[in-house]
């Protein structure tokens, strides 16, 4: 039904254009020519509705950045591999943004309260000296209870100041984060590699992954495509974990479960009238966000080759919003591929900016800055965008 | 004794200021309790400022302080952050909760505090040229931001506090970037060996202290004598930013009784109704959040002329945070806020901050522990006020629902 409406308003403001445009040729030019002018304004109008301003302005960025990456001769295949192993260190993040939306919740601005269960996983499975897979899921098989457990107690908050869940879930997220520091300086672990090397108490900033479980998914069946000078590595496992969850969470959806979550979301009246627990359907979307925020922050540590503590996850939820967004979510609604359009066109942007615009400055000191920037500027414009768009609740 | 009594407010905070509520209907039905309930309201809608009070008192007790080095500490920190706490008032009563934008108006003061400094120009005159060129700058940007509130209306604080992140971005993008690149400017004194931005610490010598100190040739504001055998002070008490501070809590109470203080409140009570009734809704907000900006950029101005350095691209980063956190502190909600809470909270949350680094140090140790912990309560007390709010609005919705 609203895609009837979008339809027409897009006609409407196309054949608006262009009579502005066409006034004065419109008398001179054949009848066809203006009708074909008319039929293409009202394409353009609808491909930018369907579209959306913001994922418009990245896709631009993005291609100008890869133009240039080809102007200046740069090496597009670790460029592009680069981005591949970004979009699928940072999938699970974003994919853990769609069962808050879809449950009505909106935006899981607490994510840190999954990332930090996983942390939690993570240090633990270290401290065991637990290497490779082992290490890796068993990091995951202990941040599971935990962030079922902190799931349900932070939807249990988010329940009672319906309304504000997006407000109340940063400071949240926040306060857990600096709590949480106390426990890293104070955490009763032994392992000399992972404390500081004066005191003999409290982890270290940033926990090096080398020897446990670092780049296990990342190396698993990875290969490279050489065609020519161009080589580009693919991550296969990090893909195909990132494609897993995809596609089990697409299943979720479909199922009754899934359903009715939906259902909760998009008419929570219609929902309870036909028998469906709100409550429980929205319990069920933050705990499931925050398994996922905890699973992700593994598979984002893996990648990455460090346990980042401290103050590290404080503002980690904000990009996965801002990828999640531009692939076109909106504040209600978000589906899988709004998941993986949007971290791949985020996630490239951010990993290819630096060095294309460190070669464009041939290297001088600005280039870092501007692409630190480009990402504040992008991020936060996008979430502000997508805050000001719908009405009241 | 007395310190027990409040202790379990922690958790009776989220009954309390439904308890300072209740009353108005609950008094018909129960006169004979109305003193205890009176003296129960009380403390309870002040238990946050009383909870505060008491893990103060004993972070005190912990860090073993000395009270004169305490007192000195808090004046210059009263003196420095009172003024931005005191700009959040006006859209609390307009009914836009807490602003998260005021981090704009910072940048806004920083902005006229790097225009003055280029030019070296110094002393309490430099000072109030300085505040004079903020206010243009803070009114466009408190207008942009009211543009931007206006189409979240609902959704302020989270708006203003993206809002916040956003304007640091194009903030940087000005200073680290645009300047001395396409923006033509020349010191090397301030900006990066390229040529290109600005350093990341700019020495104030010029300014620091200049509106602190303003007052010198009167009185220097020292204080230090004994009392028997007890000595009192050294203490600097900062005269003029003092006065300016209270001249303008004195401005805002005026505010309030004013025509537009009421329509700010009425759009702050129901903004429907307020339309119904004639207000302009959206230029009454527009109004209170460009009053706040521009005073957060006179409060930004007030607090580097103290600490004497600027941290270019750090400095306006937290002001929102703390602000807000000093003003919860108080005992203020999102939708009330009095002078008052704005003094105490700062009291009261900067003597935490004073002590906890020291009572953590002798506690566990290690002094980090107790600079997390201040962390932790800042964004604790934010989180707590909010979802203490939203709670309470959505009990009484439900409670309206229910009613009709």
């Known amino acids: 039904m609203s895609n009837t409406k979008l339809n027409a308003n897009g006609n409407g403001n196309g054949s608006d254009l262009d009579n502005n445009r066409t006034q004065a040729q419109v008398q001179a030019q054949a009848q066809g020519a203006a009708g074909f002018l008319q039929k293409v304004g009202a394409a353009v109008s609808e491909f930018m509705k369907w579209y959306g301003v913001p994922r418009l302005i990245i896709t631009c960025f993005l291609l100008v950045l890869i133009i240039l990456a080809i102007i200046y001769k740069m090496d597009l295949g670790s460029l592009l591999g680069d981005s591949l192993t970004r979009v699928g260190m940072n999938g699970l993040l974003v994919l853990a943004m769609v069962p808050t939306i879809t449950c009505g919740v909106g935006l899981n601005f607490g994510l840190p309260v999954g990332i930090i269960c996983g942390l939690v996983g993570g240090v633990f499975s270290m401290s065991m000296d637990l290497t490779g897979f082992t290490g890796f899921f068993v990091a995951i098989a202990l941040a599971l209870p935990l962030s079922v457990i902190a799931g349900w107690l932070y939807g249990k908050l988010l329940e009672k100041v319906a309304g504000q869940e997006m407000m109340v879930g940063t400071y949240v997220g926040f306060s857990i984060v600096a709590g949480m520091a106390i426990f890293w300086l104070t955490a009763p672990i032994k392992n000399p590699s992972m404390i500081f090397a004066i005191g003999g108490q409290g982890l270290r900033y940033t926990l090096t992954l080398q020897d446990y479980f670092g780049g296990i998914l990342n190396n698993f069946l990875a290969f490279d495509i050489v065609i020519g000078k161009f080589t580009m590595n693919v991550p296969t496992g990090l893909l195909l974990f990132f494609g897993l969850f995809c596609v089990l969470l697409y299943l979720f959806f479909r199922s009754r479960t899934g359903l009715a979550m939906l259902a909760v979301g998009s008419n929570p009246q219609y929902a309870a009238s036909s028998g469906v627990n709100i409550r429980r359907m929205r319990y069920t979307g933050v705990i499931m966000s925050t398994v996922l925020g905890a699973i992700g922050i593994l598979v984002y540590a893996q990648s990455y080759g460090f346990l980042q503590l401290y103050n590290a996850p404080l503002y980690m939820a904000f990009p996965a919003i801002a990828a999640i967004l531009i692939g076109g979510a909106t504040l209600r609604k978000a589906t899988i591929s709004q998941v993986i359009i949007g971290s791949v066109l985020f996630f490239t942007l951010l990993t290819t900016a630096l060095p294309v615009v460190q070669t464009v400055l041939d290297g001088s000191e600005v280039g870092g800055g501007i692409s630190e920037i480009a990402r504040m500027i992008i991020q936060n414009g996008t979430i502000l965008y997508a805050l000001t768009r719908v009405g009241r609740r | ?404």
């Open chain 2, 1 to 404: 004794m007395p310190k027990k009594v409040p202790t379990p407010t922690t958790s009776g905070t989220s009954a309390a200021p439904a308890a300072g509520t209740t009353p108005a209907t609950g008094t018909t039905r129960k006169q004979a309790g109305i003193n205890l309930r009176k003296i129960g309201a009380t403390l309870g809608r002040n238990s946050v400022p009383i909870f505060f009070l008491v893990l103060s008192i004993v972070g005190i007790i912990a860090a073993d302080l000395d009270i004169n080095n305490l007192i000195y500490e808090l004046i210059g920190r009263l003196s420095r952050n009172t003024f931005l706490v005191l700009s959040l008032l006006i859209p609390i009563m307009a009914g836009l909760g807490l602003n998260f934008g005021i981090v704009v108006g910072a940048m806004a003061g920083q902005a006229a505090l790097i225009i003055v400094t280029h030019y070296g120009i110094g002393g309490l005159g430099g000072f109030a040229l300085a505040a004079l060129i903020s206010v243009p700058i803070s009114m466009v940007v408190g207008w942009l931001t009211a543009v931007v509130l206006n189409k979240a209306k609902g959704r302020e604080m989270v708006t203003g506090m993206i809002l916040g992140f956003f304007a640091n971005g194009v903030y940087q993008l000005i200073f680290l970037v645009l300047l001395g690149w396409i923006i033509p400017m020349n010191n090397p004194a301030i900006m990066l060996p390229s040529g290109i931005g600005l350093k990341n610490t700019i020495d104030l010598i010029e300014i620091s202290n200049a509106l602190d100190r303003g007052l010198d040739f009167i009185w220097n504001g020292l204080v230090m004598f004994d009392i028997g055998s007890i000595p009192v002070g050294p203490w600097r008490i900062p005269i003029l930013t003092l006065v300016v501070t209270a001249l303008l809590a004195v401005v805002i109470s005026f505010l309030i009784r004013t025509r537009l203080g009421q329509q700010m409140r009425a759009v702050g009570q129901d903004m429907h109704i307020a339309e119904v009734a004639g207000i302009n809704v959206n230029r009454t907000r527009t109004i209170a959040l460009i009053i706040s900006t521009v005073l957060a950029a006179w409060g930004q101005l007030i607090f580097l002329q103290n600490m004497g350095t600027m941290n270019t691209y750090n400095s306006h980063e937290q002001v929102g945070t703390f602000a807000i956190a000093a003003l919860l502190v108080g005992g203020a909600t999102t939708r009330k806020a009095t002078i008052w809470n704005a003094v105490v909270g700062v009291i009261l949350f900067h003597t935490l901050f004073i002590v906890s680094p020291l009572a953590g140090q002798r506690l566990f140790g290690t002094p980090q522990v107790g600079e997390y912990f201040r962390v932790f309560l800042a964004y604790g007390v934010i989180a707590v006020a909010l979802a203490l709010h939203a709670w309470q609005a959505k009990v009484k919705s439900n409670r309206e629902l229910r009613g009709e």
